[in-house]
């Protein structure tokens, strides 16, 4: 092959702008192995093509040349896409980037990323999801009574749970509340979402966990629950939804009852970011938690940020989940209820053989100022 001038200068200038020395031969039209050989014998440096590397996890790791003009600024979506991905699939884990060679036009940078999938809704879907209209429901009274119901939600991650896995749980629920009620009260006491993240499946602390369908798990949760509203709508005087967030959804189970607040404009929605809140039926006292955190503590933390629930009632219970299964302890005469739940086992629970407790979900029933009936659904 004649190799002139002008070729060997085309040849270095293709490297100097960052071309691999296959991008080189395919732009001048002659072997790979033929300029292969000539720029190594000449000493001409070419950029190595650009890598990607695959995790078990679906991370990926990619390394390409990026050229930058003067004055120009590049985003991590820029970035992205100019490795060859699409941002709305992908987010940027880990990013570096380092001086290689200057061009009158531009400067040339090493960069190296690694990406993680974004598993579930894409930020698109999400924003049509949250600014979707909703549409105020009002629910016609059929039944009431003269005791109060208590309907405790704890850790049900759906996500992991679906809605049918509870269908016939929820029948059950359905045939106590048609008794009739002076007040049903639904305990939302966290967790009732698996992750707190729509496009990623993470705790609130950002631990990793097994995959869930963020979409699915919303739209299981809104039949499930909204269902036990407007049942409760139907056969009680007065409902109310008390919630607190868990370890695992506590800013997404915060939206997601706010979303409840406007849906249900009959329902009397006491939505917090507290880590306790309380509340009273007649002479019953009753505080929720999420019970990852201060446990020891619950009972006097009752007499003390409540103190005017305490003083009023003569019956006091504090009810909190949080380890999926159900324990019933009398404290000095504050009945503590440590919720089960009829989520199944996921993977972690699996692994360290947390898969021997019942699946229990309980409701109770109180008098002016008492327990009276305890329903194992």
Known sequence: MQWTDKLISDIKRLASEGYTRREAADKLGISYNALKAKSRRSGIE???????????DGTQSSETVLEVVRGQKLDPEDVMRAHGYDPEHWRISNATSNFWKQTPEATLYQS???LTPRNGLKPTELSELLNSEVQPIKINKLKAG????VIPLFDLHFGITTLSMLKTRLAELIEVMELGYKHIVIELGGDLLHSDFMATTQTVKGTQLDHADTVKAWSDAK?????????????STHVSIRAIG???DFDMQWAFVDGLADRYPQ???????NYRQAFRLD???IMMAHGDTALRKLPMLFATEHSDIWATSTWREVHYGHFHHEVVDDDSGVILRQMGTPKPSDNYEKKNGYT??????????????????????
Do not use: C
């Not at 039949?223 to 056969?235: M, S």
């Open 146 to 149: 003269r005791h109060n119901l």
């Open 283 to 285: 002479h019953v006292g």
């Open 267 to 273: 329902v009397s929605v006491h939505n917090t970011i």
């Open 46 to 56: 070419f950029q190595p093509p650009m890598r990607n590397e695959y995790d078990a």
């Open 246 to 248: 868990g370890n695992h």
């Open 112 to 114: 190296k990323i690694r």
């Open 356 to 377: 021997m407790s019942r699946k229990s979900w309980k409701v109770f029933e109180y008098d002016d100022s008492r327990l009276r009936v305890t329903y194992d659904i």
């Open 223 to 235: 039949q499930f629950v909204g269902t036990i509203v407007e049942e409760a709508l139907q056969n």
